[in-house]
T-cell receptor, first 113, second 114 residues
């Protein structure tokens, strides 16, 4: 059963603007982790940000922040001040405390100059 | 960058032939994984390993087997390749536990089964 849902197959964003990528998840575990990865057109998978289920503050890593709403089971990624190099596919993933990741189908982001 | 290599990087084979993909790490991480990536499906877990000779199935394990005889190497074998196994295969590693469960990925292997 799919545990991660990314409802936006593709998005366009203007350079220097912020963009929010949606991610909802399903787990009955109390302890879990949420991850975001970036996959540029070159194909590699790049780790961006991590949020633990018990973390009280939203995770931030540079221009990336994770809007974690536990009650809604959502973990949206916010990219601020978009750059052309942010054009890529973005994947949300869930670790239900079993060291295995379940990935969403991904969202393609295209940054326009 | 995490030290993960995959070989070969590209392979074209024919239906019914055996294929082995190799993943090698220099990080001494306990956990290793094989995923396949297909359009519209994200990455799906094939098999994973939680130690030498300790492996388990993922969600799409049919038609695949794995072996891990050393910490640094994790092999994925397609016993008799089929066209449905045409995909991009990624190996990943993790140290395990909390943020340590974040996985680092190899560069991928593009496999085409004709």
């Amino acid at each position: 059963a799919q545990k991660i849902t990314q409802t936006q197959p593709g998005m366009f964003v203007q350079e220097k603007e912020a963009v929010t990528l949606d991610c909802t998840y399903d787990t009955s575990d109390q302890s879990y982790g949420l991850f975001w990865y970036k996959q540029p057109s070159s194909g590699e998978m790049i780790f961006l940000i991590y949020q633990g289920s018990y973390d009280e503050q939203n995770a931030t890593e540079g221009r990336y922040s994770l809007n974690f709403q536990k009650a809604r089971k959502s973990a949206n990624l916010v990219i601020s001040a978009s750059q052309l190099g942010d054009s890529a596919m973005y994947f949300c993933a869930l670790d239900s405390n079993d060291y295995k990741l379940s990935f969403g189908a991904g969202t393609t982001v295209t940054v326009r100059a | 960058d995490a030290g993960i290599t995959q070989s070969p990087r590209h392979k074209v084979t024919e239906t019914g032939t055996p294929v082995t993909l190799r993943c090698h790490q220099t990080e001494n991480h306990r956990y290793m994984y094989w995923y396949r990536q297909d359009p519209g499906h994200g990455l799906r877990l094939i098999h994973y390993s939680y130690g030498v000779k300790d492996t388990d199935k993922g969600e799409v394990s049919d038609g695949y087997s794995v072996s891990r005889s050393k910490t640094e190497d994790f092999l994925l074998t397609l016993e008799s390749a089929t066209s449905s196994q045409t995909s991009v295969y990624f190996c990943a590693i993790s140290a395990g536990g909390g943020e340590g469960s974040k996985q680092f990925f190899g560069p991928g292997t593009r496999l085409t089964v004709l």
